[in-house]
């Protein structure tokens, strides 16, 4: 059974330009979320997507946001880049929307803001 | 709010020792869900471990095993025999009941390394 995928791998954009990310789950999970890993600050969690709807978004400003498709797959878009955008972006899906259920992550977006 | 915390940033054992990363975690929760992360080089976050708050029986998985004991507030992971393949860095995670709403917490990670 394939894993959660993402796509691209690197992506190098400058300040103000705006990043898309794309993720697709392990076949049959309807939920996304995504994360941001950046340098000292760990990894925090930015959006959560159930079928079709954004559940919750952690503490982000609204220039990250994103949706997921009919096919669960899911995109984020960060609007405005800024240099501390620089960061690794973790998918995971979960079979369902329960509190607690297992999260399995994709191999994540390295995205680098010059 | 949920907090979770790994005091230990870096740990360095030599192979074929017995090593321990702590996790002590903070919840209002009754209900809720813990898990170990690990995060090799390339950048995946693997899998290892759930637990809910109801289960503190300690679990083993070959030479892997966790120690759950909610008096303490803890659920530390244990690498028996260690190896260098174990070398990574290792992430304790808590999940609150209610939906997933706010996705996980995690702690920020140990990084186990394991000489030859």
């Known amino acids: 059974e394939a894993g959660v995928t993402q796509s691209p791998t690197h992506l190098i954009k400058t300040r103000g330009q705006q990043a898309t990310l794309r993720c697709s789950p392990i076949?049959?999970?309807?939920?996304v979320y995504w994360y941001q890993q950046a340098l000292g600050l760990g990894l925090q969690f930015l959006l959560w997507?159930?079928?079709?709807?954004?559940?919750n978004r952690g503490n982000f400003p609204p220039r990250f946001s994103g949706r997921q498709f009919p096919n669960y797959s899911s995109e984020l878009n960060v609007n405005a880049l800024e240099l501390e955008d620089s960061a690794l972006y973790l998918c995971a899906s979960s079979l369902e929307r329960q509190g607690g259920d297992t999260q399995y992550f994709g191999p994540g977006t390295r995205l680098t803001v010059l | 709010a949920q907090k979770v915390t790994q005091a230990q940033t870096e740990i360095s054992v030599v192979e074929k020792e017995d090593v321990t990363l702590d996790c002590v975690y903070e919840t209002r929760d009754t209900t809720y869900y813990l898990f170990w992360y690990k995060q090799p080089p390339s950048g995946e976050l693997v899998f290892l471990i759930r637990r809910n708050s109801f289960d503190e029986q300690n679990e083993i998985s070959g030479r892997y095993s966790w120690n759950f004991q909610k008096s303490t507030s803890s659920f530390n992971f244990t690498i028996t025999a260690s190896q260098v393949v174990d070398s990574a860095v290792y992430f304790c995670a808590l999940s609150e009941s209610g939906g997933g709403a706010d996705g996980l917490t995690f702690g920020k990670g140990t990084h186990l390394i394991i000489q030859p």
């Open positions: 997507y159930d079928e079709g709807e954004e559940r």
């Open positions: 076949s049959g999970h309807t939920s």
